[in-house]
């Protein structure tokens, strides 16, 4: 099993800055993707950012330019900067990460999530 544990969230006024991590842990052979997902109330989830093996990122238009997506491979950890925030950013937020287990099946596993409240 893969277990993962976020940190960082928290409230904030609008144009602060927040740093969220998530680290997994368990029986993992290896990590793939890893990326943040966020939802709000009465929304559905939506894709933040994501970061592929090789470092190449992706993001939702909504977060271009304020939020930057990082990965420490020797940690098996996937950070989130978010600075400029917006109310609109307020959301619990979850990361995701699709990781080889040392059975060598695949699966994509989510956080806890973690709150982020932006106030204006």
């Known amino acids: 099993q893969v277990q993962l544990v976020e940190s960082g969230g928290g409230l904030v006024q609008a144009g602060g800055s927040l740093r969220l991590s998530c680290a997994a842990s368990?029986?993992?052979?290896?990590?793939?993707?890893m990326g943040w997902y966020r939802q709000a109330p009465g929304k559905e989830r939506e894709r933040v950012a994501g970061?592929?093996?090789?470092?190449?990122?992706n993001y939702a238009d909504s977060v271009k330019g304020r939020f930057t997506i990082s990965r420490d491979n020797a940690k098996n950890t996937v950070y989130l900067q978010m600075n400029s925030l917006k109310p609109e950013d307020t959301a619990v937020y979850y990361c995701?990460?699709?990781?080889?287990?040392?059975?060598?099946?695949?699966?994509?596993?989510w956080g806890q999530g973690t709150q982020v409240t932006v106030s204006s």
């Open positions: 368990g029986s993992i052979f290896s990590i793939n993707a």
């Open positions: 970061i592929t093996s090789g470092g190449s990122t």
């Open positions: 995701n990460v699709r990781a080889r287990t040392t059975m060598l099946a695949t699966y994509d596993y």
